[in-house]
């Protein structure tokens, strides 16, 4: 009876002071001594408690408005929240210290941490770009203003290579979904188009071998009549992936895509057993080739 009585006790004990802890911040939290929520919010911050640290500073911003203690305030206001992990919030703080304190020692901080921000909330290849897009400016602009050694300057670099990737892939995937839908005609227009757009596409090797298959099959397809006119616009894609890519894995394909197009023009007629494989005979060689090479 007495343990059990004594664990009651504690308990009671342990919720007294778990509740006057809590009315203890609440209090501090509408309190207007600056210099101890100050205290406090930094203290919290140091120990992790980034919610509690950034509802102090957010609770002090009012208090500290036109005072030197103001920018500090609200750069650590948006580092508890990027701390977090409420990234959307922290942006939105961030970019209102960079307007308001453009000159402050925490705003080349701040800049790199809003970008981020916006890093972390773009969406991946398949889905829309426009976030991926704003991010992409906003680190143009910081690399414009700050020093090419900078501390942020790799992962800005890294950043930014990874979403050009997303936006090239998107655009590439778009173009070749015509070719899945067997539109060849239209495929090769839109695969045109993404170099036209963008001539350093980082899939420009894959757009060149879709380019010049899609034309190979839109030949094949066509009325006698028009066969050979387009037979020859193949050859010209062919002989431009060849140019540009001759140890290509798309190659020994494309070969034999070429000689099937000399047969069809009556320019050859000799027999290769290339000739009669079909297009996922290629693709299962390729894939071979890649694992083999990745083992290396």
Same mark, same amino acid.
């Given at each position: %009876? ?39 919010? %930094? ?53 209102? &210290? ?13 800049? &790199? ?58 655009? &590439? ?39 010049? %298959? ?42 034999? %895509? ?39």
């Amino acid at each position: %009876m007495n343990m059990k009585l004594k664990t009651i006790v504690l308990i009671i004990a342990a919720l007294a002071a778990l509740a006057a802890c809590k009315s203890q911040f609440e209090t501090l939290l509408s309190s207007n001594d600056v210099d101890a929520k100050y205290k406090a919010a %930094m203290e919290l911050f140091n120990n992790g408690k980034y919610l509690k640290a950034g509802q102090l500073f957010e609770s002090m911003a009012i208090l500290t408005d036109g005072t030197e203690r103001d920018d500090t305030v609200r750069y650590y206001w948006a580092l508890s929240n990027y701390r977090y992990k409420d990234y959307y919030t922290a942006e939105s703080n961030f970019a209102k &210290f960079i307007e308001k304190y453009p000159q402050s020692p925490f705003t080349s901080d701040a800049r &790199f941490m809003r970008i981020d921000c916006l890093y972390r909330a773009t969406y991946r290849w398949e889905l829309d770009q426009s976030p991926t897009r704003a991010c992409l400016a906003t680190i143009t602009e910081y690399l414009t203003e700050y020093p090419a050694d900078g501390p942020h300057v790799e992962a800005c670099v890294k950043m930014i290579n990874d979403l050009r990737d997303r936006l090239d892939r998107k655009a &590439f995937e778009n173009a070749r979904l015509y070719y899945k839908m067997e539109d060849y005609l239209a495929a090769r227009v839109a695969l045109r188009n993404v170099l036209k757009d963008n001539a350093e596409n980082a899939y420009r090797e894959d757009i060149l071998y879709y380019t010049a %298959m899609a034309s190979y099959h839109y030949a094949r397809l066509s009325v006698p009549a028009k066969q050979k006119e387009r037979y020859l616009v193949f050859v010209d894609d062919y002989l431009n992936f060849i140019g540009e890519n001759p140890e290509s894995k798309y190659r020994r394909e494309l070969d034999a %895509m070429y000689r099937r197009s000399q047969r069809a023009l009556g320019r050859y007629d000799g027999v290769d057993e290339e000739l009669e494989l079909k297009a996922k005979d290629f693709e299962r060689e390729r894939k071979a080739m890649e694992k083999n090479a990745d083992q290396k």
